[in-house]
């Protein structure tokens, strides 16, 4: 069975440009990647816990701060390359990207070297112009992004 999981993409207007707001996985395989690295602030659905709930859950585990309110785009769920379903919903609404204060996983680093250390789930968010995000976003979630434009129109 495929794991899934749940997320939000907000959506901006900027000097008549559509932006998106996605995060940059922390961690040290992460570190130097950037190009399709980047993602929708999303995470795994608990067992028996309504997706949507799962969104707003990991959108504020990931960013720190509550997701925001307001009318939601359901999206056509996308399967990632690992072949992880994701389900998503856009939102119009502003954020303070640099106020990311995300929770933390712990891992052995360096790896065989018997230490453990900790690191931002997420280590950054930034609002890209929808082009841009094209190249950043993880290549499994690209098609949000088309969805979000036919949406919108």
Same mark, same amino acid.
């Given at each position: ?20 707001? !996605?995060?940059?996985?922390?961690? /040290? ?42 009318? !939601? ?7 990632? /390359?690992?072949?992880? !379903? ?54 499994g979630q ?5 969805q979000l ?5």
């Open positions: 069975m495929a794991v899934k999981s749940a997320g939000l993409l907000l959506f901006r207007e900027r000097e008549r440009e559509l932006q998106v707001l !996605l995060v940059h996985p922390g961690g /040290p395989f992460w570190a130097k990647k950037d190009e399709h690295a980047w993602s929708i602030p999303k995470g795994e659905i608990d067992e028996g816990e309504d997706p949507l709930s799962a969104a707003q859950r990991e959108f504020e585990e990931e960013i720190g701060s509550p997701a925001p309110e307001g009318k !939601l785009i359901p999206l056509e769920p996308v399967h990632q /390359p690992g072949g992880k !379903l994701v389900l998503a919903w856009a939102m119009r609404a502003d954020f303070d990207a640099s106020a990311v204060r995300s929770n933390t996983f712990s891992m052995e680093w360096p790896p065989r070297s018997g230490r453990t250390a900790s690191f931002p789930e997420v280590d950054r968010a930034e609002w890209f112009s929808i082009d841009v995000a094209a190249s950043k976003i993880h290549k690209a098609s949000l992004l088309e434009k036919r949406a919108l129109g």
